[in-house]
């Protein structure tokens, strides 16, 4: 699976932003998927997952109530709506893929990584 991540970029806190993955194959209907970040000089840590359906959505503590992961099987593609943009969201932000069967929360379940897409937010 080949993920290309977009739709990162400048905005004010308070803004809102959405990430987009699209995906290759014809077996993207069954991965899990899921958004990681980095911030400067931090670890990559978990933002968001998805499970195969869309039927099933886990979230990080510090992005519940401001972030949406959605996907569309159809289009091969998994979205991360933003909202309340802070600065401290600033970061790389990464899609994930997993053919495990358990939520996309820890990077050892992730099989492949997308590129990656810088969200910067000012305060």
């Known amino acids: 699976v080949l993920l290309q991540a977009s739709g990162g970029g400048l905005v004010q806190a308070g803004g809102s932003l959405r990430l987009s993955c699209a995906a290759s194959g014809r077996t993207f209907s069954r991965y899990v998927m899921g958004w990681f970040r980095q911030a400067p000089g931090k670890e990559r840590e978990f933002v968001a997952a998805i499970s195969w359906s869309g039927g099933s959505t886990y979230y990080a503590d510090s992005v519940k109530g401001r972030f949406t992961i959605s996907r569309d099987n159809a289009k091969n593609t998994v979205n991360l709506q933003i909202d309340s943009l802070k600065p401290e969201d600033t970061a790389v932000y990464y899609c994930?893929?997993?053919?495990?069967?358990?939520?996309?929360?820890?990077?050892?379940?992730?099989?492949?990584w997308g590129q990656g897409t810088l969200v910067t937010v000012s305060s």
């Open positions: 994930a893929a997993g053919s495990t069967v358990q939520p996309l929360d820890v990077m050892r379940r992730v099989d492949y």
